[in-house]
């Protein structure tokens, strides 16, 4: 399993914790699970070849090999929704490509895309959300909702990002949500989108999200110094000391940052660092 490119956790940031979690659960699975029965399968191939003498105990093999096979793309696709590696290597349209066939071969739900090609990548952690959002929306759809059919769409606007997921479910706006889609719809928000519910016009759930594509601040290199050290935690004093400059100084930097990122706090000022991608997920 390729490396993680985890996201920084700013305090009580409890959805980056959960993805931090999914990235642990993903690589037992794969150490775990995937590895052993991949030399499994090996071993399998190995006696088949050998058996041709012997009808009976190469159709065993051939059994086992068929299973192992099986079992293996199970867990692969298992483990792409805990981790969900392509995302961060290619970018949401990408990931929500193959996610859209993974569903379609392992549940033969419908998955119907129209997706816009983005000029450049989103935030890593507004990337990841909208793809959460996705996959709620498609599990509740399947699951829950009784459809056969979903459309995901993504378009870019002049100041914004539209995001829509339609089924064509027997469960439509007056019914709740499921905890995992509630919790999806949240971090959007918690990241500055909006979230509209409606019914879809094949008569099922029509859920919009809306992310503003605010304007580039015009950070000076110093401010850009004191956000990286907030992001990584450090005190006004410890950021004080690292850049060789007064207390004063750093609440100055810091009164600045808050004004031209639109916030209020520390812990906003790191959310809309993350959100921008200035702060390397790595």
């Keep these: 399993m390729p490396a993680s490119p985890d996201l920084p956790i700013p305090p009580g940031d409890a959805a980056a914790a959960v993805e931090a979690e999914r990235r642990r659960i993903a690589a037992l699975l794969d150490g775990r699970i995937v590895e052993p029965l991949g030399l499994l399968l090996s071993q399998a191939h190995a006696y088949e070849q050998t058996m041709s003498a012997n009808p009976q105990a190469r159709l065993v093999a051939s059994v086992l090999s068929s299973l192992a096979r099986r079992v293996i793309q199970q867990v692969r696709d298992l483990e792409a929704d805990l981790y969900p590696a392509l995302l961060f290597r290619l970018g949401l349209v990408a990931a929500l490509e193959a996610y859209a066939g993974q569903v379609e071969r392992a549940e033969g739900l419908r998955v119907a895309l129209t997706l816009a090609r983005l000029d450049e990548r989103l935030p890593a952690m507004l990337e990841l959300a909208l ?5 709620a929306a498609v599990e509740r759809a399947g699951h829950s909702a009784g459809a056969t059919r979903i459309t995901l769409r993504l378009e870019a606007r002049a100041d914004r990002l539209i995001f829509s997921a339609a089924d064509n479910g027997l469960r439509g706006i007056d019914d709740p949500l499921p905890d995992a889609l509630s919790a999806a719809c949240a971090r959007v928000e918690q990241l500055g989108g909006q979230i509209e519910l409606g019914r879809a016009p094949e008569g099922g759930l029509l859920l919009s999200a809306a992310v503003p ?8 290199p110093r401010e850009r110094d004191v956000l990286r050290l907030l992001a990584e935690g450090c005190t006004n004093r410890e950021i004080g000391a690292a850049l060789k400059i007064s207390h004063r100084t750093v609440n100055f930097h810091l009164d600045n940052l808050y004004t031209k ?22």
Excluded: I
Aim: hydrophobic letters at 45%.
């Design 131 to 135: 793809y959460r959002l996705a996959q």
């Design 261 to 282: 990122l639109g916030v209020t706090t520390r812990t906003e000022a790191v959310l809309e660092a993350l959100r921008r991608g200035w702060v390397d997920p790595g």
């Design 213 to 220: 594509l605010r304007p580039a601040a015009d950070l000076t």
